[in-house]
């Protein structure tokens, strides 16, 4: 059991971690133009040197709701994480970590609502750049959404003995 609660831990940070790289880095989207490598973010549009990203304005309220869910999802994370050390050592035996999972499933629904919309709005082209491609912090934020509902799952179903 203690391996197991090691290993649900270990897991549970790394997905913090990876949480924080994604939203923090720029490299959403990736691609190639006559000055190099392109890259988008959530924040901002890098070539050489960064600039502020150029939003069409009918896609501006799209990227603030990505932003915020983003953000909203990292902090719902780091609670849970913080829940699951409390509970850790309050919680009675035979308990499960109800609290925990809830949270790291909310979690989860706010990691699905950001990717899906930055999916839906942001995904078909890269400014000023040709052959766009998702870049790693895309495939962060997915491999976070799967982290993040496998995890709440477990503490959902784990019990504390």
Not at 37 to 57: A, D, F, H
Not at 99 to 120: E, F, K, P, Q, R
Request: glycine share 4%.
């Amino acid at each position: 059991m203690l391996v197991l609660l090691a290993g649900i831990f270990v897991v549970h940070i790394a997905t913090v971690i990876m949480l924080f790289v994604s939203t923090i880095a720029n490299v959403w989207m990736v691609g190639s133009s006559n000055y190099g490598t392109i890259s988008t973010g959530l924040w901002l549009l890098c070539n050489k040197t960064c600039s502020q990203l150029p939003v069409r304005s009918q896609d501006e309220a799209s990227l603030k709701a990505v932003q915020a869910f983003m953000i909203l999802s990292i902090i719902f994370s780091v609670v849970a994480l913080v829940l699951f050390i409390i509970q850790l050592f309050t919680l009675e035996k035979g308990k499960r970590f109800y609290m925990t999972g809830a949270v790291m499933l909310v979690c989860w629904m706010c990691i699905l609502i950001a990717v899906s919309i930055y999916t839906a709005r942001f995904t078909d082209a890269v400014a000023y750049s040709t052959n766009p491609h998702h870049g790693y912090c895309f495939i962060l934020a997915w491999i976070c959404f799967c982290f993040s509902f496998i995890i709440g799952i477990l503490y959902l179903v784990l019990r504390k003995k």
